[in-house]
């Protein structure tokens, strides 16, 4: 059992920076594959990022590649997001999950979630 809690997230302008943070509590994140999900209003949550248990292997979803950058330290027990250039249609619930699988990209994968953490971008 791990449960996990998001930080980081705010209202920011279109091209600014934030960096979302997923700690690991009661649990030790070297044993999960780490993933990003987002949800907006009114859609699917839909996977952001996600990093393999080792930290050698991450997928970065094509609208999001080159501007977010997944991370992992096991020494601290956490998992980042670092997002740039942020976009309004970046606007949504943020959830860190854990896999027992060594990654994964599909939702139905991941047993353990965060309570999200909201980041809203204007125009």
């Known amino acids: 059992q791990v449960q996990l809690a998001e930080s980081g997230g705010g209202l920011v302008q279109a091209g600014d920076s934030l960096r979302l943070s997923c700690e690991a509590i009661?649990?030790?994140?070297?044993?999960?594959?780490m993933g990003w999900f987002r949800q907006a209003p009114g859609k699917e949550r839909e996977v952001v990022a996600v990093i393999s248990r080792t930290g050698s292997r991450s997928y970065h979803h094509p609208t999001v590649e080159g501007r977010f950058t997944i991370s992992r330290d096991d020494a601290n027990n956490a998992v980042y997001l670092q997002m740039s250039s942020l976009e309004p249609e970046d606007t949504a619930d943020y959830y860190c999950?854990?896999?027992?699988?060594?990654?994964?990209?599909?939702?139905?994968?991941?047993?353990?979630w965060g309570q999200g953490t909201q980041v809203t971008v204007s125009s």
């Open positions: 009661g649990g030790t994140t070297s044993n999960f594959g």
């Open positions: 999950a854990a896999t027992n699988l060594f990654i994964s990209t599909f939702r139905r994968d991941y047993e353990y």
